[in-house]
């Protein structure tokens, strides 16, 4: 079964400074890869999709993550974080077949606490 | 703004009693998926339905039961409640049915969140 670990619960950074939430999967196919974002009192929102082709996705917002198939890892960056940035963060891996087809499977989330 | 619609927005019931979430998908999305986040277990996969037929069942209780109606709201019951039962339920929607999971990304609701007492 495919799973999503994200191995920081909590992090800190100044605005301004660079930024990256680490995330690592398990699936036993090419895997479809999703960063979300939940702002306090919102839903869940798209930020990033990786599908196939180029291993660096642009997302919204400033986001880009890169695939890198040799470490399990779909890690999220943004070069400098703004205070909106403050949010929880989700990485999910997409079940493309079987009778779960289309479910998305997520990480426990990293909370985002930007400093001014 | 999702387009997705969940009521109510908050609901606070004691242990034992049921409860109904609902959800309006977006204009056209056929496909309703529902998921539990609580505290311990993060974001849970529920069920998902298809144009009012169950597609897909995840970690869903047998107390909990959901359906799809013919003007594709959904709605999820939640019996005989338990205190670990609370938590934010979020239904999601999207065009998709298998084989169009890749072109059909899921639009969230902000969630229902519910607290047993």
């Known amino acids: 079964a495919q799973s999503v670990t994200q191995p920081d619960i909590h992090i800190t950074v100044s605005e301004g400074a660079s930024l990256e939430l680490r995330c690592n999967y398990s699936?036993?196919?090419?895997?479809?890869l999703f960063w979300y974002v939940q702002s306090p009192g919102q839903g869940l929102q798209l930020l990033l999709k990786?599908?196939?082709?180029?291993?660096l996705v642009q997302g919204i917002k400033g986001f880009e993550a890169e695939f890198k198939r040799s470490q399990s890892s779909f890690n999220l960056r943004k070069p400098s974080v703004h205070w909106s940035d403050a949010a929880e963060y989700f990485c999910?891996?997409?079940?493309?077949?079987?009778?779960?087809?289309?479910?998305?499977?997520f990480g426990q989330g990293t909370i985002l606490t930007v400093h001014p | 703004d999702s387009g997705v619609t969940q009521t109510p927005k908050h609901l606070i019931t004691a242990t034992g009693q049921r409860v109904t979430l609902r959800c309006s998908p977006r204009?056209?999305?056929?496909?309703v998926y529902w998921y539990q986040q609580s505290l311990d277990q993060g974001l849970q996969f529920l069920i998902q339905?298809?144009?009012?037929?169950?597609?897909a069942k995840g970690n869903i209780l047998e107390r909990f039961s959901a359906q799809q109606f013919p003007d594709l709201h959904s709605e999820l019951n939640l019996s005989s409640l338990e205190l670990g039962d609370s938590a934010l339920y979020f239904c999601?929607?999207?065009?998709?049915?298998?084989?169009?999971?890749?072109?059909?990304?899921?639009?969230f609701g902000n969630g229902t969140r519910l607290t047993v007492t």
């Open positions: 699936y036993g196919a090419t895997p479809y």
């Open positions: 990786y599908f196939s082709g180029d291993t």
């Open positions: 999910a891996v997409l079940n493309a077949g079987g009778t779960s087809y289309g479910k998305l499977t």
């Open positions: 204009s056209g999305d056929l496909s």
């Open positions: 339905y298809y144009n009012g037929e169950e597609r």
């Open positions: 999601a929607s999207s065009t998709r049915n298998r084989g169009q999971v890749l072109n059909s990304p899921l639009h």
